[in-house]
């Protein structure tokens, strides 16, 4: 009877609603996972080479910078007014909005990644014969991954907060929760739903950590990059 009441008197915290909207709050959270995880991967697949191209000197830094910098500027809703008449109401629209937004973040981590790497190991590996390709997978990339995911972890927990956006065309996970709930002061669902996205972002942010650490071992105290030469 007191679930039933927290939902009349419309408290915040109502464990009710949880129970009763279950399926509703799980197809939410999947679909925000989902938009947020295929936006952060394929921001990180074109802001690689996007970094790589600003980083051939001023000349392609400074637009390069300059460009996914304005992207971030344009609001939300005319980011997706602009992007409607090649998509239409569709998940693609929300997802291409986050890449493009997500691009700031992501290229200025990568750029600054790759120029951490000192040039002395990129000497050495030269000396030993590194061509420019191999050179950059096996050295270059590897070494400025401390900073591409410190980049990958700052864009994914603001993805997650940004899908919520999607909402103005139904593709924004949670967000379609919280805006409808809004507008009807409906306060579980709204407290629910912002709860979860708080959650999604703290665990998304703690699984990236994780493999922070696994994947660059050197930068906890007193490990050496494996790749790196004695007395570089």
């Known amino acids: 009877m007191s679930g039933q009441n927290c939902l009349v008197a419309n408290d915040w915290i109502c464990w009710d609603y949880v129970t ?4 509703e709050l799980t197809d939410a959270t999947v679909e925000h996972v989902w938009i947020t995880g295929a936006s952060v991967l394929i921001g990180l ?57 997500s691009l700031t973040i992501l290229v200025r981590n990568a750029l600054a990644g790759q120029e951490a790497v000192p040039e002395e190991v990129r000497e050495a590996a030269r000396g030993m014969g590194y061509g420019p390709g191999r050179l950059l997978w096996q050295v270059e990339l590897p070494l400025a991954l401390p900073a591409l995911l410190a980049g990958v972890r700052i864009a994914t927990v603001s993805t997650v907060a940004l899908t919520t956006v999607g909402s103005i065309v ?20 709204v407290l629910t739903a912002s709860v979860l996205c708080v959650l999604l972002a703290l665990v998304a942010d703690l699984l990236l950590l994780g493999l922070q650490r696994l994947l660059t071992p050197w930068t906890r105290a007193g490990v050496r990059p494996a790749g790196r030469a004695k007395g570089a």
Do not use: D, H
């Open 20 to 23: 009763s909207r279950s399926q």
């Open 170 to 189: 139904g593709k924004g996970g949670l967000g379609n929760l919280i805006a409808p709930a809004v507008n009807s002061s409906f306060k579980a669902q």
């Open 45 to 101: 697949v074109v802001s690689v080479p996007l970094a790589l191209l600003a980083r051939r000197g001023r000349r392609w830094s400074a637009p390069v910078l300059t460009f996914t910098t304005l992207l971030y500027t344009v609001p939300s809703l005319a980011m997706f007014s602009l992007l409607l008449p090649v998509f239409g109401l569709s998940a693609a629209l929300v997802v291409t909005g986050l890449v493009l937004y």
